[in-house]
């Protein structure tokens, strides 16, 4: 499995790698949850095997639903999830809503080292 890199990374410098899952434990295409740092966090694995760590808060309504998805496609190649609110559908790979450029999710870069880890702001 390859890491996974985002445009919202923290450099590395300035960011420390936390252990969150063992690979295993996170079943692929669905969402899971982790509290890192006091941030609320859904990862998903990929049939494929590419990780994605992005925010669990649904920009639009507030609520901390976002690891409750499935995770599917546009045009075959782009991963997204859908609130299961508001039905916003947003890329896996950078955390940009598909249809409404005023929403995103905040994303964190992940790499897997026999367990799955999140780099995170040092404190």
């Not at 295409?29 to 859904?42: F, Y």
């Not at 990780?51 to 409750?68: E, F, I, Q, T």
């Not at 039905?87 to 790979?93: A, F, I, M, N, P």
């Amino acid at each position: 499995m390859s890491a996974l890199t985002t445009t919202a990374a923290p450099t590395a410098a300035s960011r420390t790698w936390v252990r969150v899952y063992r690979v295993e434990q996170l079943p692929p295409s669905r969402g899971q949850a982790a509290l890192i740092n006091g941030q609320q966090v859904a990862l998903f694995r990929l049939h494929c095997g590419e990780l994605h760590a992005v925010s669990r808060k649904d920009p639009v309504s507030g609520s901390n639903v976002m690891a409750r998805r499935i995770v599917g496609s546009t045009g075959g190649d782009v991963p997204t999830i859908t609130s299961p609110l508001y039905k916003e559908v947003y890329d896996l790979r950078d955390g940009s809503s598909v249809s409404d450029p005023q929403y995103s999710l905040g994303v964190w870069p992940v790499r897997v080292d026999g367990d799955v880890l999140i780099a995170v702001d040092a404190a």
